[in-house]
């Protein structure tokens, strides 16, 4: 698979608004600047029609229009201006987000470490945790992901009083179940050396994108919120 | 450790005689809380807000942020025509329904957000139970909300007051269907018979029961271990200041987690 096509491709569908709907939903609250923007239309129309009257009244009247109606008229046309351009200044954080991960994230592979039992049997997302990692070495070896989450398993039913502050952590998160909690990071000495190596909760698709196996997730390394991470649908490739 | 991890062993079967499971068990549930509470995980109580108001608040709200962007527009296209005093009325209106909006979801958004982080999570045992009203809700079986009254404890920190919270439910259970000791519990046999609202309010037991307290809830199936009602234990979230509707929830059995299943396993609900 080109992870770099691939990643073309998925800008190319997000800048036609069709990524969006094909990865996990997402609460992205009440959005305002989709309202902004949608505002932009009225103004276009209420600006048209203040002109098109002054014009009708100069004809009928043959005087020059009022200042304060030239002044009105401009200040729409700059409302127009301001509507159609700063709309997306009122992205909230969680849209922002988002945003950043559909056109920028790198295409990762990834292993997993705990997922349903019924994933994959039928049409339902379900929760589940895998690994990944931002070290480039992943894109020729991704296979050692698989022996990471393998280790990381093993955690799960191990006293967690008995393990080392950073493998506790793990072992909690995957022991407590609650999606979707915040991505954490992987030890050194559980990573196999891989460099920037998280465990994160994320959403499984039922008909998962997969690579040799493993399931191809999009990340932003700079957040670990549980948003950042999105798994891959296999109809990113057929939209 | 930081605050969201628990040093605990990885919890299997946990039997009501097992003291030192049960005591993991009850700091497990403790440190579940905590989890939710870290990465602001509230849908797993419900979503904010949550109660405290009429149920279509939410919905009003979100009617008010349509209808201000409605009337803002409408504001922009009459401007063309006049700048009169419609002009202004049709802000004025707008800006009405933006200040509607913060005031029907400011309380009830404030108040569950009190009650998420004050709650701690203790566990109840099941008196009685009646399906609830179809007409209030029902899940996707078509099965209509379980009316659960609950005798809850925050006092159960090990298997023993857990035995006795249970005894407390057993004796309690027998005065309702008039084949036990009824002594010291006419109060609270009158509170269950009349009680027409489940709206998670408590009322206090009594010291015949401990001091614990009664709770009236509603619950789906899918929430109670095993899908349906088989267990007379179940761990409920209350607020320790307020005793008041919505200041409860019954928590649901994947909140906490397979251990606290094979516990309630233990336990069976004995219907009359």
Known sequence: MNLSELRQRLTRLDRRDKLDSMLASVDEGVPWNDFVWMLQFPAYLGTAILIAMMVKDYADTRQDPADVDVLVALGMAVLCVLLRFLHPLLRNRMQRLRRRLRRRAPVLPSAVVQAHSSWGEDDRWYWGTVVLSFDPVIYDE???????????????????????????????????????????????????????????AVRLPPDTLMWDGMPMVLALRDSNDPAACAVLPQAVLEG | MNDAAWTGPALRDVRPDDDGAVRALLREQAARLEVVRKDRLWQWFGGVPSGFGHPARDLWSLYCAFAFVALVGLAFVVVGFTRGPVVWVILALAVLCLVARVLLRRGPVQRTLQFYGRAVVAPAVVVAAERGDPEQGVDANGQPRLRLVLLVSRDVDDAASLARLVESGRRLRAALHEDGDTEGLGELLAAIRDREHYDDTRIDAGAALDRAELQFSEAYDWMLPGDSLRSQLLFVLVDPEDRGPDCARVLSSTFCGDAAESLAAELPWEAA
């Open chain 1, 142 to 200: 991704p296979q050692r992901l698989r022996e990471i989450a393998r280790r990381l398993w093993e955690l799960k039913q191990t006293d967690r009083g008995t393990l080392p502050r950073a493998h506790a952590d793990l072992a909690w998160m995957l022991y407590h179940e609650l999606g979707p909690c915040s991505s954490l990071p992987v030890p050194e000495d559980l990573a196999d050396g891989l460099e920037d190596c998280r465990m994160v």
